[in-house]
């Protein structure tokens, strides 16, 4: 795990923020965590056209940092690194939707390699692959997975575009016609809640971290070793020995129905 500071300074930098919540210790526990901001910034902006710069991307993630810091409680357990990232990445794609971002050089890639993908299509009477897009365009490797990054990227939209004008004036934008999607069942969410209580049942409180963060926080093997001061081969380690365990005691919960009856 990376830090700037020493452990007992940081310890005091933290309990002095939560007394006084000072800008001065503030400013250095952001200091000392923007190297999570640059992380995110890095790997969302590795899959955006070349036009997007990351320096864009790190100023939105230090005001989700600047979030995680104002909100955060220790009481719960949760150290401060696995509760900030999915923050600083939400500010980060906030930032993405709500600016029109896509240069028009970028829309016109897109829809270049949308017209040769129906082309193949209509030709071929299916979904080419993506070698067979690539014959087809006849461009190097490198170029045409640049096309393919930038058609991606044009997916995101502004949620302040403008889709109508209605009777009275008002502006409708996108954000007030866009699906949310967050939106999600208590029961759906009781039964996860459930399952997870079921599957991690008997493990260690590392061993439970790391199939929630794996499963749930979408976390790399890499990114749970920075969290839980481990490395990423012990990580996969103990990773693949926890399913061992499940799928064996669900091997053996399943046999005992069996024999029962």
């Not at 700037?4 to 000392?32: D, H």
């Amino acid at each position: 795990m990376q830090t700037t500071m020493t452990a007992p300074s940081l310890a005091e930098t933290w309990a002095e923020y939560r007394t006084t919540a000072s800008r001065q210790s503030r400013n250095r526990l952001m200091e000392n965590y923007l190297y999570i901001v640059k992380y995110n910034s890095e790997r969302i902006g590795a899959k955006l056209p070349d036009e997007v710069e990351v320096d864009d991307l790190m100023s939105a993630g230090t005001f989700g940092l600047v979030d995680a810091l104002e909100s955060f409680d220790p009481q719960r357990g949760v150290k401060f690194e696995t509760y900030c990232a999915p923050r600083i990445r939400g500010a980060i794609l906030d930032e993405l939707r709500a600016m029109d971002w896509v240069p028009r050089l970028v829309r016109s890639r897109a829809n270049r390699l949308e017209r040769a993908r129906g082309t193949l299509e209509a030709r071929i009477g299916r979904k080419p692959t993506v070698e067979e897009l690539s014959d087809h365009l006849k461009l190097p490797d490198d170029e045409f997975e640049r096309l393919v990054r930038d058609s991606k990227a044009v997916s995101l939209v502004s949620l302040s575009r403008k889709q109508y004008e209605t009777d009275s004036c008002r502006d409708v934008r996108e954000i007030d016609v866009l699906e949310d999607r967050r939106v999600t069942s208590p029961v759906d969410e009781a039964q996860k809640r459930d399952l997870r209580d079921l599957v991690t049942r008997g493990l260690t409180r590392a061993e439970r971290l790391i199939l929630i963060l794996y499963y749930y926080e979408q976390m790399t093997m890499k990114e749970i070793g920075h969290t839980l001061d481990l490395s990423e081969s012990r990580v996969s380690q103990m990773h693949s020995s926890i399913l061992a365990r499940l799928k064996t005691q669900l091997e053996r919960k399943k046999r005992v129905p069996e024999e029962a009856a």
